[in-house]
Each structure stands twice: as C-alpha cells, then as structure tokens.
Nanobody, 127 residues
Framework: EVQPVESGGGLVQAGGSLRLSCVVS????????ITWFRQAPGKEREGVSC????????YYTDSVKGRFTMTRDNAKHQADLQMLSLTSEDTAIYYC????????????????????WGQGTQVTVSS
C-alpha cells in the first residue's frame, strides 16, 4: 500500500523557516502527483504545493508563492517543502498526499482528488 510519511514540523517564530519532508513507500505506479496540503483549525484543507511526475513542474497556491519551494527526489520517493518567511497564517497541520496519474481533468488543489494521505505534521508559527 502507498504510504506517505511527513516529518519536519515544529514551532517557529514569525519570519522563520521550516523544511518539511514526505517520504512515500509502496509505490505501484510510475506517474503520480505528490502534493502538500494544510489544514488550520476551523478551516478547510487547502492545497499548498504540487509536483507531478508527468511534467516535473511545481505548482503553488497564491498565498505561498515566493515563500515556499517544493522539490522532489525521485530516487528516494521524497518530496520536501521549504518554507520561508513564515507567518501565523501558515500555522496548520501539513499533510502529504499522493494521486496516481490517470487520464481526465485533475485539480491538484482539491483534497478529494487524492487516494493516499499521510498522518500530517504540525507547523506552528508564533507571532
């Protein structure tokens, strides 16, 4: 079974940085999307950043553009999220999700698109 495992969360002051990692085991397919989501208390889960093996590009939600960078190591089945200039608005549980590539429309921002989820890692930014 495909299993993402997140690490790297913690407590950081506003303006600081954190690096999250997601290691995925149990792959049975070659092409997929791997995406970081986050969910703050009382809010819906939102897509933060995505890399698809089909084009190798990283996509970002508007609120993190210029501050977050997502990278992928194919050999390690790992995807990292480097987060800079953190604010209290970034406080959330961060989840790693994986979706096997398949034909048809795909909205990477939507949580219902993904079959496999990690347990999440807490990021808390103190102001």
């Amino acid at each position: 079974e495909v299993q993402p495992v997140e690490s790297g969360g913690g407590l950081v002051q506003a303006g600081g940085s954190l690096r999250l990692s997601c290691v995925v085991s149990g792959f049975t397919f070659d092409d997929y999307a791997i995406t970081w989501f986050r969910q703050a208390p009382g809010k819906e889960r939102e897509g933060v950043s995505c890399i698809m093996t089909t084009d190798g590009m990283a996509y970002y939600t508007d609120s993190v553009k210029g501050r977050f960078t997502m990278t992928r190591d194919n050999a390690k089945h790992q995807a990292d999220l480097q987060m800079l200039s953190l604010t209290s608005e970034d406080t959330a549980i961060y989840y790693c999700a994986v979706r096997e590539a398949r034909p048809g429309p795909f909205n990477w921002l939507k949580s219902y698109e993904y079959e496999y989820w990690g347990q999440g890692t807490q990021v808390t930014v103190s102001s």
